[in-house]
């Protein structure tokens, strides 16, 4: 897939196992893997954060394969998901970072280039949290009023 804002061109980068089974050595049952999504969902790590906490330290390669449901999809049903999806969550973070060097560092060109960049992708993905019903119709970006919310 092309990327967004260069002319380059480039290819995703890993890729999943062809077998779509539980693997042999993994002692793990789905309602166990379910209830440690939940346990560290309560503890406030997003869906990435699990699914790598979950790879690491319990060996658990795969959890789609496992309870046959994405991280993202079991949060939801039991009602554990962040208000803000966690992919618009980065990039706020990011561009309030970018904002705070920019304060002290008033003629950086290319960090002002990537806030635009970075802004534009948010706006873009607010519009289609709206539009699918993540996001409710009267939220906005407000880059000063964010900074208070997330800090």
Partial sequence: MARMHSGAKGKAGSKKPIKNEKPLWVRYKSAEVELLIAKLAKEGKTSSQIGMILRNLYGIPDVKVMIGKS??????????????????????KKSIMLRKH????????????????????????????????????GWKYDPEKIKLVIS
């Fill in 71 to 92: 991280v993202t999809k079991l949060m939801e049903e039991k009602k554990l998901l962040p208000n803000i999806p966690e992919d618009l969550m980065a990039l706020i």
């Fill in 102 to 137: 920019l304060e002290i560092n008033k003629k950086d060109e290319t960090a002002y280039r990537g806030l635009q960049l970075t802004e534009s992708k948010i706006k873009r993905l607010v519009k289609y949290y709206k539009r699918t019903g993540k996001l409710e119709e």
